[in-house]
């Protein structure tokens, strides 16, 4: 009898090796963010500058992310992992050592390189080792990712802030953690693919939920909802820093002890929203977690520096729980091209991203910070189109 991968338990062991894979990518990736005001002070760039840069790793995040989904899509390679890996440490040490703004721009391309093949890929492994369980298995992928996320920003305030660019150094010690965390998840996708040439696992080809027609439908209204989250979410990841640094005179480092708080929150509503979404249907998990974050950031720009950082933690926790959802609601859409999927949504996120950050560094230096806050709180509003979802939990 043919061995069949549908009727299996969870791979727990690759999932979490997968989820501290993803826990040291972004916590290298997040470095970048948090270098932002230590780069202003180097080099004297403006808001705009700021936003380019952004632009221009979001744009290498996300522009390859379906590139590198279709391609592994029909050639599977066991070693994607280390090789995003690499790509990130490059850039990490080259982005220690530049002179200029050029060279920054080469250094958060490579970074954003590592970025495109990493989230993709490790999103299909996972969808793979969860053997039915998505929901479940997304969160923990994502969690590492999002703590990941959090904790940089944390260790620039500690270690390299008070010190200089330079200490970015230490951090490619986490590229060879990684590498040996990712070794147990080569030998297994290694033996699955093999698997699959031996044929001695069916892969049922599945059918679409949704005719192609409403498929396209729900694709654009999934597209609206990451560019409302996306919005929201840069201004807080690349701004928020410079706007408590403007608005209550905080340090650099405690700006940065603020933003670690922000992205820690956004980890927590990750954990919550992939399992919740298995149980009440991702749909509505959509809904609740876009639209119920417009309360915190329409009140955010006009309260103290307490409740600032109350409600930003409140704003990313909501805000966090959407993105797994809306992946694995776009995985069942078209639950044959998990990779296409998984880059696709991926980078698109990422692309809104950075088109915002740059968008947003642009209107800063013209209208001032606290004038754009008051704008982009409003956009959380859009999740109210999430109604129009299909229920697909149900079908």
Request: hydrophobic share 50%; with cysteine.
């Amino acid at each position: 009898m043919e061995k069949s991968y549908t009727s299996a338990k969870p791979v727990i062991p690759i999932l979490i090796a997968l989820s501290l894979t993803h826990f040291i990518n972004d916590f290298l990736q997040s470095t970048l963010m948090a270098t932002f005001p230590i780069l202003r002070e180097d080099m004297s760039l403006t808001f705009a500058q700021i936003g380019t840069i952004s632009l221009v790793y979001q744009f290498a995040a996300s522009v390859f992310q379906p590139l590198v989904g279709v391609f592994f899509d029909k050639r599977p390679f066991p070693y994607s992992l280390p090789l995003a890996t690499t790509l990130t440490m490059l850039g990490i040490i080259c982005l220690s050592f530049v002179p200029s703004v050029g060279w920054v721009y080469i250094a958060v391309f490579i970074i954003g390189m590592g970025s495109s093949i990493i989230h993709p890929e490790s999103s299909r492994i996972t969808s793979l080792a969860s053997m039915g369980k998505r929901g479940l298995a997304q969160s923990i992928f994502q969690v590492g990712g999002n703590l990941g996320g959090s904790i940089g920003p944390l260790i620039v305030a500690l270690v390299v802030a008070p010190v200089g660019r330079g200490n970015l150094m230490w951090f490619v010690l986490f590229s060879i953690v990684s590498y040996c965390v990712t070794t147990p998840v080569v030998i297994w996708f290694k033996k699955y693919i093999h698997q699959l040439k031996s044929k001695s696992v069916t892969l049922e080809r599945k059918p679409l939920p949704l005719t192609l027609r409403k498929t396209v439908f729900v694709v654009g209204i999934l597209t609206l909802l990451i560019i409302s989250k996306y919005i929201y979410l840069e201004s807080l990841r690349s701004y928020y820093t410079f706007y408590l640094i403007e608005h209550f005179k905080v340090s650099i480092s405690a700006s940065q002890i603020c933003l670690f708080v922000f992205l820690f929150s956004t980890a927590a509503g990750t954990l919550c929203g992939g399992p919740i979404g298995d149980r009440i249907g991702r749909k509505y998990v959509i809904w609740l977690s876009i639209l119920g974050t417009a309360p915190f950031s329409l009140l955010l720009p006009h309260v103290d520096f307490v409740w600032t950082i109350v409600l930003s933690f409140c704003a990313g926790f909501m805000l966090s729980s959407a993105f797994p959802a809306i992946l694995l609601y776009a995985q069942e859409l078209l639950p044959n091209k998990l990779g296409l999927v998984s880059g696709v949504f991926f980078g698109f996120a990422f692309g809104i991203g950075g088109i915002a950050s740059a968008i947003l560094g642009y209107y800063i230096d013209m209208y001032g910070i606290e004038t754009i806050y008051n704008i982009v709180a409003w956009t959380p509003l859009m999740g109210i189109i999430a109604v129009l979802l299909p229920n697909l939990k149900y079908r």
